[in-house]
Nanobody, 120 residues
């Protein structure tokens, strides 16, 4: 079994910063891509950023230049540094990972979500 646990959400003012963390634990052999998604009230879940095991990154146009995704493979952890926050960044943020677990099974795991609220 695999678990993703997010932390670091909260309240920030527009123009401020927050850093999200997501740690994977369990019977992990290796982790391929990791990413962050978000879901605002009344909207569908959308991709924010992804990062491969080799460090290649991809960002939604709406966060390019403001958010930075990174990972620590030794700690099975992915981070999202969010700068220059805007009220429209308000959402529940979910981390996601493609994980090879014991038994050579590939699992797409999701965290429970962490709320980010940006006030104007």
């Amino acid at each position: 079994q695999v678990h993703l646990v997010e932390s670091g959400g909260g309240l920030a003012q527009a123009g401020g910063s927050l850093r999200l963390s997501c740690a994977a634990s369990g019977s992990i052999l290796s982790i391929n891509a990791m990413g962050w998604y978000r879901q605002a009230p009344g909207k569908q879940r959308e991709l924010v950023a992804t990062i491969t095991s080799g460090g290649s990154t991809n960002y939604a146009n709406s966060v390019k230049g403001r958010f930075t995704i990174s990972r620590d493979n030794a700690k099975n952890t992915v981070y999202l540094q969010m700068n220059s926050l805007k009220p429209e960044d308000t959402a529940v943020y979910y981390c996601n990972a493609d994980i090879w677990v014991v038994g050579m099974l590939k699992v797409k795991a999701w965290g429970q979500g962490t709320l980010v609220t940006v006030s104007s």
